[in-house]
């Protein structure tokens, strides 16, 4: 099961995770593709893709559900600014396909917690997907990635902020 969250709008590169999943299934034609979240495109893309499922938003346990029952979560945005998703995939134990910034260049390593492909990069993205995908130890990468970041406790990032801004403000004030 190949899993998708966030707003289902054309600004994420939709057609790439289409693409890539279609990809797949070509090898693997019991591959499912579930989509979570809603936007202005998800209509046209239910409309033609479908067998894809489309479970509309979901949070807390629901959401939580869901990630636990992927393989693997693919995201090709190519308009975040940071994408948290990519970390709520990680931690919870799917091995994780997105271009190198953000949040997959911070914590996602290639070849271990799932892939990257450079930004912008469609063919290497599609590329890494399938490999992914079809890889022996998809359940392995979904575990190491989950180590990768479970030191990501809310309170400690908000910890670690607060320090930056202040050294920021500290610095600020002797110069």
């Known amino acids: 099961m190949v899993v998708h969250v966030g707003r289902i709008a054309p600004e994420k590169n939709l057609p790439l995770a289409v693409r890539c999943f279609r ?3 070509r090898q693997q034609p019991e591959a499912r593709f579930v989509w979570v979240g809603d936007g202005p495109a998800r209509a046209d893309l239910q409309a ?3 067998d894809f499922i489309f479970t509309g938003i979901q949070r807390g346990d629901e959401l939580a559900r869901t990630y636990a029952s992927a ?3 693919c995201f090709p945005s190519l308009s975040e600014t940071f994408g948290n998703v990519t970390l709520e995939a990680m ?3 799917i091995a994780t396909v997105a271009f ?3 949040a997959a260049r911070e914590h996602l390593c290639d070849g271990a917690h799932g892939a990257t492909a450079a930004f912008g990069d469609e063919a290497g993205f599609e590329r890494a997907f399938l490999a992914t995908a079809l890889a022996t130890d998809l359940p392995g990468m979904g575990s190491a990635a989950r180590q990768a970041v479970l030191h990501l406790h809310p309170d400690r ?3 670690d902020f ?3 801004l202040a050294g920021l403000a500290e610095r600020r004030e002797a110069a």
């Open 23 to 25: 990809a797949l299934q």
């Open 48 to 50: 033609a893709n479908p």
């Open 157 to 159: 990032v908000a910890e």
């Open 100 to 102: 190198d910034y953000g």
């Open 162 to 164: 607060a320090g930056l």
């Open 71 to 73: 393989d693997l979560f």
């Open 91 to 93: 931690a919870s134990g």
